[in-house]
Nanobody, 115 residues
Framework: QVQPVESGGGLVQPGGSLRLSCAAS????????MGWYRQAPGKQRELVAT???????NYADSVKGRFTISRDNTKNTMYLQMNSLKPDDTAVYYC?????????WGQGTQVTVSS
């Protein structure tokens, strides 16, 4: 069973950094669709960043230049490095794996940016 598990969230001051991790229970080498999404209170879930098996990345405009998505196939883990964090980045962050047209979601990790 595919069950991604996120970690690394927490409370950080504006301008700070966090690194999120998503550990997959399967070999991710051939998974083309992997990404991070987030959902703030009262808002819809939105795309943050995606990465293909070849390493091609895509980012929401709101995080370009501040966030970096990456993957380590040897550890079956995906990362999201978040720098220059803003209060608007406060949300629950979810890991997504898309395998054979099926989406698998983690349980989410809370990121709170506040002074």
């Amino acid at each position: 069973q595919v069950q991604p598990v996120e970690s690394g969230g927490g409370l950080v001051q504006p301008g700070g950094s966090l690194r999120l991790s998503c550990a997959a229970s399967i070999n991710i080498f051939r998974i083309n669709g992997m990404g991070w999404y987030r959902q703030a209170p009262g808002k819809q879930r939105e795309l943050v960043a995606t990465i293909t098996s070849g390493g091609t990345t895509n980012y929401a405009d709101s995080v370009k230049g501040r966030f970096t998505i990456s993957r380590d196939n040897t550890k079956n883990t995906m990362y999201l490095q978040m720098n220059s964090l803003k209060p608007d980045d406060t949300a629950v962050y979810y890991c997504n794996l898309r395998i054979a047209f099926t989406d698998y979601w983690g349980q989410g990790t809370q990121v709170t940016v506040s002074s």
